[in-house]
């Protein structure tokens, strides 16, 4: 017997949750094409991540024709598989809320040694549900309200006033995107930021992200 | 019956990365047929948390030499906290700056003793988890002497050491939160320092505290077992 019998093997965990608009608008444009691409960059990225001072969970809800946990909260590194988003339904935002909600107080999913999470809520769309209510559950109860929040409003229909509400990061108070190269993009700054989060000495304190909309990679800098 | 102290406090990875002091402070003695023991972990993010962990450890003894065994819990931490912001006044620190958790446990000879608990950190036995942190939010949010201005903010209980196995273990986070079963961590620790003396004890506390096996640990760690001696009967 020694005292590693008594101690924790795997660092403190960092939770990232992902609640993604699978509404039917999210299918036009390539939009839930590039949604279905960043997530499945971001699970790889996040997988590879070295485990050293934290160590991410990530999960996945989605809101469309039903609302679901397409990816329960768990170890990056141990995400065998994603399978796609399929866009169709109405966009019950405020179930989701709840449905995070209930992830966020539950002290067996997310322990008390976890560092605090960030909640991610992408959206092209107006809820279709009552969201007023969630929301504030969400934005009081006694874990949830200590999330850090994150908003990206997709395209010139998405409710831009619930998101911002939604949002509780000073430095961020709403992403927006554009087209489906700005959702990749997003994600790609998301991933950055948690990474670096991970990596970190101080794995509760923000780190920037360093999201440009329009920010177009594919551009070659020429000089003329 | 004076209890045996086993302590340590080991540097955190983290502030040793950082040059930063060890952020953590323990203190324990005894006088006539009484004794103290108490563990500080400054918040790691303000400028004189060395300081404020020093002097509130510094401080809670004195409140507890200063006031009878049986005075009301206000009064003991009243005490305390009067005499952490007169320490730092005399050094010019602003407690904003110094800002401290504090576990704090102290005795008498046949046995009773009381606890005092502000903010992360845990007090155990083989027996029981006495105080932990409260576990409403994250890892690392905790309050502190320089935040806390209620007696509502403390955890506040009483018991004889007799009930927990004659042990008591007072832990800062670094080590409180990367526990799986406290108890027995507790029963364990102490059952290997029993059979050691004092030096032996903090050597291989030091070892285990310095080789802790939870990936990305990085917080100081700081430990006070207070431990009878075996057989130990009410006088």
């Known amino acids: 017997m020694s005292i590693n019998d008594f101690v924790a093997k795997a660092a403190r965990p960092l939770p990232v949750i992902i ?42 809800i989605t809101f469309g024709d039903r609302v679901t946990q397409h990816l329960p909260l768990s170890p990056a590194h141990q995400i065998k598989a994603f399978s796609r988003l399929n866009a169709s339904g109405p966009t019950p935002m405020g179930a989701a809320f709840d449905m995070v909600s209930q992830l966020l107080e539950d002290k067996e999913l997310i322990p008390s040694r976890a560092y605090r999470p960030v909640v991610i809520i992408v959206s092209d769309g107006l809820p279709t ?56 993009n997003f994600f790609r700054a998301v991933t950055m930021s948690v990474s670096a989060r991970s990596r970190s000495a101080k794995p509760n304190e923000s780190v920037k992200i360093e999201y440009l909309p329009e920010d177009d990679d594919d551009l070659l800098e020429l000089g003329f | ?40 972990d400054g918040m790691g993010s303000r400028s004189h948390s060395d300081i404020g962990s020093r002097e509130a450890a510094k401080a809670a003894i004195y409140s507890v030499q200063n006031n009878d065994f049986n005075s009301d819990d206000k009064t003991i931490v ?13 050094l010019n620190v602003e407690p904003k700056d110094a800002v401290t958790t504090c576990i704090l446990v102290w005795g008498t000879a046949d046995g009773r003793f009381r606890y005092a608990h502000l903010g992360d950190g845990m007090i155990a036995s083989p027996k029981s988890l006495l105080s932990n942190a409260n576990t409403t939010g994250f890892s690392n949010e905790t309050t502190g002497l320089g935040l806390s201005r209620h ?3 403390w955890r506040l209980g009483s018991g004889y050491i007799q009930d927990h196995g004659n042990r008591l273990l007072l832990m800062t986070d670094g080590i409180s939160e ?13 059952d290997v320092l029993l059979k050691k003396s004092r030096r032996q004890g903090k050597c291989w506390l030091k070892r285990q ?24 009967i009410n006088e």
Request: charged letters at 25%; glycine letters at 6%; a negative charge.
């Open chain 2, 209 to 232: 505290l310095n080789n802790w096996p939870t990936p990305g640990h990085s917080d100081d760690k700081t430990l006070i077992a207070v431990c009878l001696p075996q057989g130990f």
């Open chain 2, 151 to 153: 007696l509502s903010d």
């Open chain 1, 129 to 184: 549900d009552d969201i007023t209510q969630p929301l504030s559950r969400l934005r009081s109860g006694e874990r949830s309200q200590k999330a850090t929040r994150l908003a990206l409003a997709i395209g010139s229909d998405a409710d831009l006033s619930y998101l911002k509400t939604f949002s509780n990061d000073p430095e961020a108070p709403l992403f927006q995107a554009n087209d489906a190269r700005d959702i990749r």
């Open chain 2, 178 to 190: 990367d526990l799986l079963d406290p108890t027995a961590f507790s029963q364990y620790v102490t």
């Open chain 2, 78 to 90: 009243q005490a305390l906290y009067l005499n952490w912001l007169a320490r730092l006044k005399t």
């Open chain 2, 1 to 40: 019956m004076k209890p045996r102290f086993y302590q340590c406090s080991v540097i955190g990875p983290a502030h040793i990365r950082d040059l930063l002091p060890n952020q953590d402070y323990l203190l324990a003695k005894c006088w006539e047929r009484r004794w103290v023991a108490v563990v500080c």
């Open chain 1, 19 to 60: 609640l993604a608009d699978v509404s039917g608008s999210m299918g036009v444009d390539g939009k839930i094409e590039a949604l279905n691409q960043a997530l499945k960059d971001m699970i790889e990225s996040f997988a590879q991540e070295g485990r050293m001072n934290a160590e991410i969970h990530l999960g996945l």
